[in-house]
């Protein structure tokens, strides 16, 4: 595991707190008649470069004539021409307007915000949304020039793991080289210390390398720039992925010419001073070879900023290379956008499917199973429901059925018919829409760790284990373990309900708890918005510590190892750290998994020491035992100080941690940001 850093950030959140409400919970209408947006999940839309706009789905309920509806939006209007009106031919329930775009304008791998809305006083249904918030990207274009073999210079040198000792020890895997389609001067290694790389050091002898040590998301490149003439420099200070050693951090690798051009430095000059640290790239088709010199490769660790370091190993020679190599455009991708619900209340899972050029045919089916390999063969043999695709789809549907964990399986085939790529992504489907599938479980305890420690009485933070409050729940029947809470931010019992400024439908917060041990909350909407007096705002997503980290690669019994797991114990379930992301309106997209960091901290009676504030959910099962010991506004159960102590070790052992940074973000008890 990584060690953590602890840095403040402040949050002015005084605000006052209210006692409960009585209030019934709030129940939305039936569908009515109008135009409508059949979802309004965060949206994401990746831009092509050979189109110049795309498509957005409008639907109506009721009579069908003829009819034009105004709209209105907002975007960058240098980049994005939105359309002004939605057009129904007679009988049409649903339709596409388009969304232009520039390509003289746009700029790459910028995330641009696009929204849509019906124009005031049109009539909108019930049943949709009235506006729609898009996240638009167009990807910098890079195009696979070769696939070769890279030789290791930068990482393992600094272990001291060379083939210095041992001749027979062979520091190569296989990785791609590309090319940027708009500067032709800019290469770059695909994930060269990614799964060729953990694969590598596996069969090698080295170690078993957890996610945590390699690059196991595929983030990380290493580039390097040339001047058309092949001298050729690897920039400084890139990240590699690679952290083999936890107290010393990610690997930095570069050249010493590439320092010296991360620096300011043009290459012409570093080629003129300093020639004995410029690389050589040799860009001939088919024999594409990057050379550089004995003493040249450097790097360093994020831990340690002192760098950069040169390694005693450190010969020199190719680095990576490639031999009659024959290009093809076999990129195959599929990305999970959500839940789309019908007017006609059949639900369908959506899904981008991307294709490469080269690629003649495409399988894709929706698989009920947790088995990558299992869902793969199911599309092959067509024993699922199966999509053929000859380019790249957005928002794909697939029929699904009551909810569970699928995956989205994808096939390639080239034009003799053979398969040539995979894809395989996997997602769990809660099917919210189907009433039967939920069963009642009665009125449970939530303590909220998310949002009640930002709010202070008389000058004082709040301690939410002292404001425990009731709330139903409910239990998927087809995946027990899955809980639903239901509306625990947007019920009148809420303690801080008077300062919830969310004004739409109830929402409900789903809690994956079918392996006790390790408790999972998905990046979700809270149903919590704030309006401060300076008049800016803030939606609060949640989601926990433990989630974040499994997410960037870290395995289940890493966390664990650690303390950092969510458990359920005896129908009560502890967030050991739970943690959130805030946007700026609710119907913005959702914010990324990096985003939600943020954990709030205070002090409690059980110590004095800076603790993480806990979330529980008590099951009602295990609640009736509990209402005996508490008051709805004083829970003090055994169970709870049991909690409490388990959260001041923890705590306790990472304020050592955290050295005379600590103190002062103990005085000022803000607003902490935790990160590897």
Not at 99 to 125: C, I, Q, R, W
Not at 595 to 603: A, E, I, P, Q
Not at 635 to 647: G, V
Not at 656 to 663: D, L, P
Request: glycine content about 8%.
């Amino acid at each position: 595991m990584k060690l953590f850093k602890y840095t403040a950030l402040a949050l002015s959140l005084a605000v006052g707190f209210t006692a409960c409400s009585d209030e019934e919970d709030y129940v939305p209408g039936a569908a009515s008649d109008g135009v409508y947006f059949p979802t309004n999940d965060a949206l994401e839309v990746t831009l092509d470069r050979n189109e110049t706009s795309f498509e957005v789905i409008v639907s109506r309920l009721g009579e069908t004539q003829a009819a034009t509806y105004a709209l209105t939006g907002s975007a960058d209007d240098e980049v994005f021409t939105l359309p002004m009106s939605v057009s129904f031919a007679e009988g049409e329930t649903s339709t596409a307007v388009h969304v232009g775009y520039s390509m003289d304008n746009v700029v790459y791998d910028h995330a641009y915000k696009v929204n849509l809305a019906f124009a005031p006083d049109t009539e909108v249904s019930a049943y949709g949304y009235k506006e729609l918030s898009m996240t638009v990207t167009m990807p910098a274009p890079w195009t696979t020039i070769g696939k070769g073999t890279y030789c290791d210079l930068f990482v393992l040198p600094f272990y001291g793991i060379t083939p210095a000792a041992d001749p027979a020890f062979v520091n190569q895997w296989p990785c791609e080289l590309q090319r940027n389609d708009i500067d032709p001067n800019r290469y770059r290694w695909v994930h060269p210390y990614g799964e060729n790389f953990a694969k590598y050091c596996a069969t090698a002898g080295i170690e078993e390398l957890d996610p945590s040590q390699y690059d196991s998301k595929n983030e990380y490149y290493v580039e390097f720039v040339t001047d058309g003439k092949g001298n050729a420099v690897v920039p400084y200070e890139q990240l590699s992925g690679a952290t083999l050693n936890e107290s010393e951090g990610m690997v930095i690798v570069g050249t010493l010419g590439g320092y010296y051009y991360s620096a300011g430095n043009s290459l012409a000059d570093i080629v003129s001073v300093k020639p004995e640290t410029v690389s050589y790239f040799d860009a001939t088709p088919g024999k594409e070879k990057f050379t550089t010199p004995a003493g040249s490769v450097a790097g360093g660790f994020t831990n340690d900023p002192e760098g950069p370091y040169l390694p005693t190993y450190n010969p020199g020679g190719a680095m990576w290379w490639s031999e009659n190599v024959v290009i093809s455009d076999f990129a195959l991708s599929a990305k999970y956008m959500g839940v789309l619900t019908t007017p006609e209340e059949d639900s369908f899972v959506l899904a981008d499917i991307t294709v490469g050029a080269d690629l003649a045919k495409v399988k894709a089916g929706l698989v009920l199973t947790e088995d990558e390999e299992a869902a793969l063969e199911a599309v092959r043999n067509d024993e699922v429901p199966v999509v053929e695709l000859t380019k790249s789809v957005a928002a794909q549907r697939f029929e699904f059925s009551g909810s569970g964990d699928y995956i989205i399986a994808v096939l390639g085939f080239d034009a003799e018919g053979n398969e040539v790529a995979t894809a395989a992504v996997a997602v769990f489907v809660a099917d919210t829409t189907a009433p039967k599938e939920w069963t009642k479980l009665g009125t449970g305890i939530m303590v909220d760790g998310w949002i009640c420690p930002s709010f202070s009485v008389g000058g004082t933070r709040v301690d939410p284990m002292n404001y425990a409050y009731q709330v139903d729940m409910e239990e998927n029947i087809e995946n027990p373990g899955i809980y639903r809470i239901i509306a625990p931010w947007t019920t009148p019992k809420y303690p801080g309900a008077s300062l919830n400024n969310y004004e739409g439908d109830p929402v409900n917060i789903l809690v994956d708890a079918r392996n006790p041990n390790f408790v999972s909350i998905d990046v979700q909407f809270s149903g919590y918005y704030s309006v401060y007096s300076d008049g800016s705002t803030a939606a609060f997503w949640v989601t926990t510590l433990a989630d974040y980290y499994k997410a960037k690669g870290n395995s289940e019994e890493s966390i664990t190892a650690k303390e950092l797991n969510n458990v359920m114990e005896e129908g009560e379930i502890y967030i050991t750290f739970p943690t959130f992301g805030q946007t700026d309106k609710v119907d913005d997209p959702a914010p990324a998994i990096d985003d939600c960091t943020y954990t709030f901290y205070g002090k409690t009676p059980y110590s004095d020491e800076l603790e993480a504030c806990p979330g529980i959910f008590v099951l009602p099962s295990a609640a009736q035992n509990a209402k005996a010991k508490m008051a709805m506004r004083n829970i003090e159960t055994k169970t709870l100080a049991k909690t409490r102590s388990a959260i001041s070790n923890i705590a306790s052992r990472y304020n050592k941690e955290m050295s005379s940074g600590a103190k002062n973000f103990k005085r000022s008890a803000k607003l902490a940001k935790v990160s590897f």
